[in-house]
């Protein structure tokens, strides 16, 4: 079918549709995070984290490794952090009066996680 391409992606665009998701994406394209450091500086409850980190494996746009206990999560591909500020110039071009915070550089105040709090790790 010829419009098959075109829902897949669509369904990419999908994952990439939604507040947070993209925060966690922006996030992640500053360096691998655990998820106790994603909701931190999210400052959303875990399992929403965990939700939405879901959404975007599944879409293929971050991937996973477990050292311990800890999961981290790392962008599936450069071109996704391309992607994220290509977005960000169309906005702007379009004369959208915009600013997008930095993500907070590690430590982050009150995050457990081994990039804040060196070897302690997350609980």
């Known amino acids: 079918m010829v419009l098959r391409p075109y829902h897949r992606q669509a369904d990419l665009l999908k994952a990439f549709a939604h507040p947070v998701r993209l925060q966690i994406l922006d996030t992640l394209a500053r360096g ?11 400052q959303k ?10 959404v975007l494996r599944e879409a293929g ?8 206990v800890i999961v981290y999560y790392r962008l599936a591909d450069d071109h996704i952090a391309a992607l994220l500020s290509a977005s960000r110039e169309l906005l702007r071009g379009a004369g959208a009066p915009i600013h997008f915070p930095e993500p907070p550089s590690s430590p982050v ?3 457990p996680c ?5 070897d302690q790790g997350c609980s």
């Not at 746009?61 to 050292?67: I, M, S, Y």
């Open 32 to 42: 691998e995070a655990c998820v106790c450091h994603l909701t931190t500086v999210l």
């Open 45 to 54: 409850r875990q399992p929403y984290v965990s939700q939405q980190l879901m």
């Open 61 to 68: 746009l971050v991937q996973d490794r477990k050292d311990g």
């Open 109 to 111: 105040a009150g995050c």
């Open 114 to 118: 081994p990039k804040c709090v060196g």
